[in-house]
């Protein structure tokens, strides 16, 4: 099917400018309906507007969390809306959020991509924090909101070496053309088949 998102956002919008992209050259199957944030200068807002996407930006300063996403809730209701695609948006959504969009299995239809190989390095740094660790081996997770911050269902990874002679800004491109490719790559993969879990235990039959 063809994918109806929403992108949120808050800063600089590269994912969002490489799902743009993924769209135009069919590689995605997906329509971007509205493009929201929680600040109405973040830079990304623009590429949405250059593409003739429609916008909706509303700065979360001075607001309770529960008042900020009742009323981007009410926009996102004049769409059709399959999936929430969050790329770079820096606020916690609240459960209250999400339990409002979820499948008929209860699982929430938002999606993050989050830059390190989950469950390492979660939190708002994730490239800084894998880098200033030593990693030889980083990557970037897409994975499923839940509840948890950065704890969703894993959908995706890829890893990106470090190499020795890089700095914090070469490791960091890397990863976010890592990001690029992969992000729509799911994408498309929710549009083709839906969610595919992959069972989080297996039993392990103990040999005699
Ligand atoms: C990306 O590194 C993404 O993984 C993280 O925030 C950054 C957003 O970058 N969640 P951009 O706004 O898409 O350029």
């Known amino acids: 099917m063809s994918l109806k998102i929403a992108v949120f956002i808050s800063g600089r919008g590269s994912n969002l400018n490489a799902i743009i992209q993924a769209i135009a050259d069919k590689r995605l199957d997906a329509t971007i309906q509205c493009v929201v944030s929680n600040d109405a200068e973040a830079p ?6 250059q593409h ?9 300063k001075g607001m309770k969390r ?3 996403e009742r009323v981007i809730l009410e926009h996102l209701k004049t769409y059709e809306i399959d999936y929430i695609v969050l790329a770079g948006y820096m606020r916690v959504i609240s459960p209250s959020f999400l339990k409002q969009w979820h499948d008929e299995r209860g699982y929430f239809k938002v999606v993050n991509i989050h830059p390190s190989l989950l469950p390492s390095f979660p939190g708002v740094s994730g490239y800084e924090d894998a ?3 030593g990693v030889k ?36 491109a890397r990863g976010l ?3 690029h490719a992969l992000y729509p790559a799911v994408l498309q993969q ?19």
């Open 52 to 60: 003739g996407i429609e916008t909706f930006a509303l700065d979360h």
């Open 137 to 172: 081996v980083s990557g970037v997770t897409v994975h499923l909101v839940d509840e948890e911050v950065d704890r969703g269902i894993i959908l995706a990874q890829e890893p990106f070496p470090r190499f020795p002679d890089d700095t914090l800004q070469t490791f960091c």
């Open 190 to 208: 929710i549009a083709k088949e839906g969610i595919r879990l992959t069972p989080k235990k297996t039993k392990v039959e103990s040999k005699k």
């Open 44 to 49: 990304g807002l623009l590429i949405a507007k």
């Open 131 to 133: 880098f200033n660790y």
């Open 177 to 179: 053309s890592v990001e």
């Open 66 to 68: 529960v008042e900020h």
